[in-house]
């Protein structure tokens, strides 16, 4: 109880330290900051947390408004089919934490370096841009996680093209934007031996705009992530996916004043290659909400029902797994103010016992400086009955 007790006190001191550290501002300079020189406020509110403009600019494939896109910002070479940007922007963007984790075999964690990311983005032509980041966690070399090229108006069809890596859940919420450490974890759930989540994997996204502004993304996905190739049976060939199927997703929104919705569908078929050939096919159909209550607060929710009929690939019964998370913010002194207080409640119920969770965490982030972020949080794995509490510093430049 006693080594409890100093760990509580050390983690207060510690906040303590840092919320005394100097507070003045300062010029925000990841890369589209020092590319177009405006201060991060101008897409995140706070950083990596986007703003309706931040996901507007990322929509045109990171670049201005039509005709704000400064000249200095490519070389005229005399070649009308080459754009070719002055330079490569790339950022970084580190956190760490300094961690109590219950009945852990080390209960105080300094977990430093957690997350290092080298990103980079930005046009390469007229409508063209690309995007990737290249990650190490939790002391791993992970490699590139998002790598995708976007075609805006692609074929002059109307529809924008995203072709690479990405995570599945990026239309509905995107993960590597959230302000709490804790994570969306009906996005990573797994039900049995099937790959099927919707977090990363490899295919197609087609974006456009319908009539009544409503918002449509379809994928054509290989539904096994983005695992290394493996051998295709064929001499010299390799396959990043590992069976025949492809997996297809849909979804639509539509902003109406202060709230958002959206509705989202997956059908996807994989099979066993250990040998028994079998296959698993997995449905999702679900709803989210995003919800401003006034200037200082938003609840966003998230509702997903997914059914795999053979999960196990052993011939067995169909699995039904429900879930989704509740998610409020509060900004205190406004978007742009320092503060930002989340509160996040996950519940993941399945017939895979080993699929269930459920956890629910308390988040305070406090800007030191506008890419320098102080972040309290104390959460509890209630299915694991486990309580991490964790002092954290995210940084970007």
Known sequence: MNRRILTLAALAALSCVALLMDANDAGAIPAFARKYQIS???CHAPFPRLKPYGEEFAGRGFRMDEGQEPVRAVYDVGDPLLRLPRDLPLAARMEGYLSYKEDADAEIDIEWPWVWKILSGGPVGPKASYYFYFLMERGDLVGLEDAYLQLNDAA???FDLVFGQF????????????????DYLIYKTQVGDSPVDLTYDRGLMFLRTLPGEVAFTAMILDGNGIGAAVDAGVSDFKNHDDD???NFALRLARQTGAARLGGFGYFGRTQDNAGTRLKNDTYYLGADLVLDVGAKSQLNAQFLYREDDDPFFTGGDTHCTRGGFLEAHYFPQGQDGRWALSCLYNRVASD???ADRETVSLTANHLIDRNLRLMLEGGRDVEAGKTRLSVGLISAF
Request: with cysteine.
């Open 40 to 42: 991060c406020t101008t």
């Open 156 to 158: 002059g069809s109307g």
């Open 167 to 182: 995570q599945v859940c990026d239309p509905l919420f995107k993960r590597e934007l959230r302000l709490e450490r804790f």
């Open 244 to 246: 025949k199927y492809k």
């Open 352 to 354: 895979d016992d080993a």
